[in-house]
Structure formats: C-alpha cells, structure tokens
C-alpha cells in the first residue's frame, strides 16, 4: 500500500495473469484504475471495500 499525492495505490503482487485483477474485480470496485497487480484510487469512499478486501485476500492466498 502506498499513499500519494494522486490518492492511494494498493499493490497485490504474485498475480501471473496480468489482466486477472481488472477482469475479476475492476467492474465492481468502484472508482477505481486497476492495471496488472495495483488498484489505484482516491479515497476509500470511492471504493466497493468488500471487492477490495476479496482482491487482497485473493493475493495473499497465492503461493
């Protein structure tokens, strides 16, 4: 997780299928951009905090 001046960016790293994250969680995430293994996003308010707690679990779940 890293904070800036643009908001705030979540790094979930492990993930071979680059474009897993946006198919899976993307849509549902709310305001939100999602590339390969990072959700970047304003403020948590602009978030669905359920996706983004099953997308970290996700990551932390990889081996």
């Known amino acids: 997780m890293s ?5 705030i960016s979540v790094y979930i790293l492990g993930i071979k299928d680059k474009k897993y994250l946006a198919k899976t969680y993307g849509k ?3 305001k939100a951009g999602v590339t390969g293994y990072c959700v970047k996003f304003k403020s ?3 978030i669905n905090i ?3 707690k099953a ?3 996700y990551g932390a779940d990889l081996k």
């Open 3 to 7: 904070a800036n001046t643009t908001g």
């Open 28 to 30: 549902k995430l709310g």
């Open 44 to 46: 948590l308010k602009d």
């Open 50 to 52: 359920d996706v983004m």
């Open 55 to 57: 997308a970290i679990r």
